[in-house]
């Protein structure tokens, strides 16, 4: 197959080596996707005002809850997918592409109608302070209206690096980085479009990526063939990702739901508050990119592992995985809190803004270690086929721990103070999963899902 050179082979060689190999495209894939959301924070906050930023900072969970169960069919589709590959079936592969396209296709209409309707009583229901509101409705409704490009994309990447080809995805996103930047810059800049030519931004180039991506895909693997108007549907290969992947979209759903009891706490506080909880998160998910490049290597890693049936590689792996993500986040939680002003200002100058963007990243960023050891371990479980572990482990952490430690802490002792919850949430995540790892139980459901494969092929 001489079309398939980008694909990488997680049943030989070394474990660090082929974790490191994969995850650099997707690191590289992750900071122009982080770029282009900077620059929509960076273009609001300096040319639009602190409303504007706080607008897009609180769109950002609403989006995420609503198009976070179809994430599950992505995420699930990449496991069948890469156990599929490691198994050496391409038929199976093709079959469980056009599944998974098949049922997104089916779903998108509904998601793009609902999310136009749903938004505003959304925003009621998080109390976004009556100056925000109406930027961030705005906001919401654009995003929603092109949708389809963001889960077009989604797709496609879970169904590359399903196949071990992290590094094609990458062309996508730059492409979308390229296009967002240019017309955030021409819209808010030439047109005064606001927060509107940001949203309108985002969607046309997540909508080229995509488009691009359906494109390039059928040229480089010939033996996959995407055609998003051609719904094809294999019910036993559906209902095999469904098994794995709404585990997973609950799991995304669900954080994103108390990402939202968390924004209703921090938006009680005022605009300059929540725009320095904004533009601190963007300064986090872009430091921390590296852990999360890794974390879905591992995800990848052992999908084809257990698919080829090497179990002796998975543990291995995952120790080194483990070992990888601690210290790569020991060293970026140092530059981070060292420079937690000058980071915040790169966004907004207010020095409320500042103030609490500082709290964020001094209280979030320093334990963040312990995030390190939990991602891996739950995106290992997640590839083994046991999806409903890291499930249980983060609605535990989030529920029991996370959010009412939040709320508990900005009551008793300042608003500042709520972000230990994150830790706190952590801690517990740390002790559930770690716990069922170190069981071994995850190998009866490697030795399942292995039984039900040699049952499709």
């Not at 300096?46 to 989006?63: E, K, R, S, Y």
């Not at 921390?288 to 049936?309: E, I, K, R, W």
């Not at 270690?369 to 249980?392: K, Q, T």
């Not at 706190?424 to 002790?431: P, Q, T």
Request: one cysteine or more.
């Amino acid at each position: 197959m001489p079309k398939q050179h980008q694909a990488v082979d997680m049943t030989q060689g070394d474990p660090l080596g082929l974790l490191v190999r994969f995850s650099l495209p997707l690191l590289a894939g992750n900071a122009f996707q982080q770029l282009y959301n900077m620059v929509d924070s960076w273009v609001v906050g300096n040319f639009v005002g602190t409303t504007a930023l706080a607008a897009v900072g609180i769109g950002f969970p609403v989006i995420y809850l609503l198009s976070s169960l179809f994430m599950g069919l992505s995420i699930g589709g990449s496991v069948v997918i890469a156990q599929f590959m490691g198994a050496g079936d391409r038929e199976a592969v093709r079959r469980s592409v056009n599944t998974v396209y098949g049922a997104v296709m089916v779903s998108v209409v509904p998601l793009t109608l609902f999310g136009v309707l749903i938004s505003g009583p959304i925003l009621h229901l998080i109390r976004v302070p009556a100056d925000v509101y109406d930027q961030a409705h705005v906001y919401l409704q654009v995003i929603f209206a092109g949708i389809i490009g963001s889960l077009g994309y989604n797709i496609n990447a879970g169904i590359l690096q399903g196949l071990g080809d992290s590094k094609t995805p990458l062309l996508f996103l730059a492409t979308a980085c390229v296009v967002n930047i240019v017309l955030d810059l021409v819209f808010v800049l030439v047109f005064d479009w606001g927060v509107f030519g940001v949203a309108f931004a985002t969607i046309v180039a997540q909508l080229c990526s995509w488009i691009f991506g359906v494109c390039y895909v059928n040229r480089k693997y010939d033996f996959i063939a995407i055609r998003p108007l051609h719904i094809s549907v294999d019910n036993v290969l559906l209902k095999r990702v469904l098994k794995l992947g709404v585990p997973s979209g609950i799991q995304q759903c669900q954080f994103s739901v108390a990402i939202l009891v968390l924004q209703a706490l921090i938006n009680g506080f005022g605009a300059e508050f929540a725009a320095g909880f904004s533009a601190a998160n963007k300064v986090d998910t872009f430091a921390f990119m590296p852990v999360d490049s890794f974390c879905l290597a591992v995800t990848t890693y052992v999908g084809q592992n257990v698919g080829a049936d090497r179990l002796d590689r998975v543990r291995e792996g995952v120790r080194k995985a483990i070992l990888l993500c601690v210290g790569v986040c020991l060293v970026m939680s140092a530059l981070v809190v060292l420079n937690a002003d000058r980071l915040i200002m790169l966004f907004n100058t207010d020095p409320l803004v500042v103030a609490s963007g500082r709290a964020y990243l001094l209280r979030v960023v320093s334990p963040m270690f312990l995030m390190a050891i939990m991602y891996p371990i739950n995106n290992a479980l997640r590839g083994a086929g046991a999806a409903i572990v890291p499930m249980l482990s983060s609605v535990v952490a989030l529920w029991a721990a996370r959010v009412p430690a939040a709320y508990l802490l900005a009551h008793f002792f300042g608003p500042e103070e709520l972000y230990w919850s994150y830790s706190i949430g952590w801690v517990l995540g740390v002790i559930i999963s770690g716990t069922v790892y170190l069981r071994g139980r995850w190998k009866e459901r490697c030795a399942v899902h292995v039984r039900d494969m040699e049952a499709i092929l």
